[in-house]
Nanobody
């Protein structure tokens, strides 16, 4: 089992920056990759960024060049640095861990609101 706790959400003005953190605990050795998803009201959950132990990193087209995913502390913490935020980035952001056996684990989510 893997437990995930996100932090760093809040209200930010357009053009601003935020950094989300996700602290993982439990069977970290079983994790093959970490992802950030987001879900806006009335919309489906979408993949924002992903990083694998093999070093592969992927971003949604809508956030390329603005968001950066990274891991530290032997994969116990994953970050999402968000720059040049836009109102359309407003959503609940979720941390997700994928295990080698394909099981997935989710954090509780953190709200990001981009508004002036």
């Amino acid at each position: 089992q893997v437990q995930l706790v996100e932090s760093g959400g809040g209200l930010v003005q357009p053009g601003g920056s935020l950094r989300l953190s996700c602290v993982a605990s439990g069977s970290i050795f079983s994790v093959s990759g970490m992802r950030w998803y987001r879900q806006a009201p009335g919309q489906e959950r979408e993949l924002v960024a992903a990083i694998s132990r093999g070093g592969n990193i992927n971003y949604a087209d809508s956030v390329k060049g603005r968001f950066t995913i990274s891991v530290e502390n032997v994969w116990r913490t994953v970050y999402l640095q968000m720059n040049s935020l836009k109102p359309e980035d407003t959503a609940v952001y979720y941390c997700n861990a994928v295990a080698w056996d394909t099981r997935e684990y989710w954090g509780q989510g953190t709200q990001i609101t981009v508004s002036s």
